[in-house]
């Protein structure tokens, strides 16, 4: 790439804009993020300037770009982003090839191609200025042209191949994977969400995040603590035998269905005296469905924001998912009946909240949080509000020898909601908390909440290193070393905790 001189930056507007109305272009130093943020529909940007004078030094700006922006690139230093907003848009996509810049836009079927040549992004260069316009005027044309588009989408035909799109990193473009690339991420530990679903729906949800809320100091103490002395170790045993006994609760397997069942018709039989809760699936594009049991507030309206708990039903073994056996007692058998568990005592105890809470069991966790984005996904483009939401992920093991702690994840959660839960530990738990090193990207559910802009938290067994080191396998089982329900039960109380002090 060519040395660049001088400020890096270049505002291209006028002719393209004398093309096609809806393409708007910014320059990144003067931006007039309000109006792009009410331009929602068929809107490209392009920012273009040095790394020296762009993106690194800017977050502040860069966090408010990216949350309006689907994609962005650097490129040997130089950044370049693009911005399109409209649901009719299926993604935008580009290369660069040995030859020089080429800029690939495929909008539904239609593929327009900008070759900018081998010395883009130069200082003042009036032929860059040249290519670019032209370039983005090819872009602004084809806009209007979208409505001509064949209704079968590019998306569409790699979806139908087979291909799942991934995202491994936040704000990085999501990529193409066939189902066996997939699980070598897993195999390998890599983290990601699987966004095949929810990836069309997403570009036309809002991307602003949800307003700050003020947790209140826990204040029910002498309601409280009593309840807490009825959270039966034995109910969760006992349902835990059940959970572990399909031979896994992988998301694309009969047995991971039966396993949907069950919790269904257990979590029904628990609310059946109350008329006023709701126990209902929620239905996806695979086998396995997830649960939503819902208590409505007695001072909530459909706009109120409500309070939800979640665990993974899910459980996998890497080596065979489809049908190696996967207790997954740990990972999430353990979450899993912590909340049925609390769901019950609080049920037994009368609770009537005035917020409405939610105890949701999800399916496809293990696979790129596939059934928490698809519920999120879908609260989100329902305009539901959250007041809190609490991932149970594992809660049975911590290794032996060290000590006992709720180990608070502190990445892709809401600072002040894990303020909130360190005071509910403090005045409730039997041991204490310290903050886990981070999770990482799309490492649970609840990431799936903070994706969508909702405050979410993540109380973890122990601190990353001391958790269990059996899961994804066989072995996932309560005679592990290091499993202990004395440390799991914590985590119900927890539950129990979270529910009643921010919805009664
Ligand atoms: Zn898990």
Known sequence: MVQKKGPSRYWLAASCLALSKPLRLFDI???????????????????????????????????????????????????????????????????????????TIKLKRISIQASLGSQVLVGSDVNMFSRL?????????????????????????????????????????????????????MRGRIQFFDL?????????????????????????????????????????QNNLATLSAFNNRYYKASTGKDASNWILSTVKNIAASRSDITVSSFIHSWTQFSIIAKIPGTSSTSTSPIVILGAHMDSINLSSPQSGRAPGSDDDGTGTVNLIEAFRTLLAAGFKPTTTVEFHWYSGEEAGLLGSQDIASSYK????????????????????????????????????????????????????YTMDTPCGYACSDHASWYKYGYPSSFPYEAVTGNDNPNVHSASDTTSVKGFSWTHSVEFAKLAVAFAYELAI
């Open 29 to 103: 130093n003067q931006p007039p993020l309000t109006a792009m943020a009410n331009h929602a529909y068929r809107m490209i940007v392009l920012f273009i300037g040095s790394e020296k004078h762009g993106i690194q030094q800017k977050p502040n700006i860069l966090h408010e770009y990216r949350s309006l922006c689907n994609i962005h690139y650097m490129i040997d230093g130089t950044w370049f982003a693009l911005l399109f907003r409209g649901r009719n848009v299926s993604y935008l996509h580009h290369a660069l090839e040995n030859q020089g810049f080429r800029m």
């Open 133 to 185: 316009t032209a370039a983005f005027c090819a872009i602004a044309l084809s806009v209007p042209l979208l409505s001509l588009a064949a209704p079968v989408s590019d998306f569409q035909a790699k979806v139908a191949q087979g291909l799942r799109l991934i995202s491994l990193q936040e704000f990085a473009e999501p990529v193409w994977r066939t189902e066996d690339e997939k699980l070598e991420l």
């Open 196 to 236: 095949t679903e929810v990836y069309e729906l997403e570009q036309s949800l809002p991307k602003a995040k949800a307003p700050a809320v003020t947790y209140p100091a826990p204040s029910h103490q002498s309601a409280v603590k009593p309840i807490l002395n009825t959270v039966s170790v034995s109910n969760m």
């Open 381 to 432: 483009s329902k305009g539901v509000q959250v007041k809190a939401f609490m991932e149970l992920d594992m809660s049975g093991y911590f290794k032996p020898g060290t000590t006992e702690v709720f180990a608070l994840e502190a990445d892709y959660i809401d600072t002040g909601l894990n303020t909130f839960l360190k005071s509910l530990i403090t005045a409730y738990s039997a041991f204490g």
